[in-house]
């Protein structure tokens, strides 16, 4: 298992990189967010890889940061997500927006990534959901509980699907509401809602 390569940049492409480890040289693909912070050719570099085997190939998948790779291979073990969707999923969604999108239930914001019908997200949402906590930091683990007591109660329910009647996705809705107390009236909830949305928080 290739777990990190740490070399010399000696060429790349918008969406490939060839890193030079002791005379070799390792041919990674990797998303638009890890290609944005690699340096030029020449350059030394630091990436976390996934090593992929297919019956035709091996191939590498380089990450700039840890996070983005324990995503992507969270979401490559759905079946029917391969190695190339999950690397355009992190490539049009930020890995943190990712996982919120899950937690929240929202799989119709996945659909805006190439590949990724509303059957295949809504499969996502439904096998990952559970699965977010183990990939994230405790703030952010108790940001993501917060949206799945949120989407789990009468009153805040009805309060998020108000929120999205408005115009405004699930998992934005389902972040604000997350931050509330979901014991309150659907109409308080609705209204303190829309104050944290409109601060663009």
Do not use: W
């Amino acid at each position: 298992m290739i777990a990190s390569l740490n070399g010399r940049i000696v060429y790349k492409d918008e969406n490939s990189v060839v890193v030079e480890c002791g005379g070799v040289g390792f041919k990674c693909f990797v998303t638009k967010k890890t290609h944005s912070v690699l340096g030029a050719v020449g350059d030394t570099v630091f990436l976390h890889t996934c090593l992929v085997v297919k019956e035709d190939a091996l191939d590498i998948y380089g990450f700039s940061k840890r996070g983005e790779l324990d995503v992507f291979r969270m979401i490559t073990s759905v079946s029917g997500v391969g190695a190339k969707i999950g690397l355009a999923i992190l490539s049009e969604i930020d890995c943190e927006k990712v996982l919120l999108l899950i937690a929240s239930g929202d799989a119709k914001s996945l659909t805006v990534v190439p590949g990724v019908g509303i059957k295949l997200a809504q499969r996502m949402v439904l096998e990952l959901k559970d699965k977010v906590g183990s990939v994230v930091s405790y703030d952010q683990f108790e940001t993501l509980s917060n949206i799945g007591n949120a989407t789990s109660g009468t009153n805040a329910k009805e309060a998020i699907e108000a929120l999205v009647s408005l115009g405004y996705s699930q998992s934005e809705a389902a972040l604000a509401v997350g931050k509330l107390d979901t014991s309150l009236p659907t109409g308080d909830l609705i209204r303190a809602a829309l104050k944290y949305l409109s601060r663009g928080i």
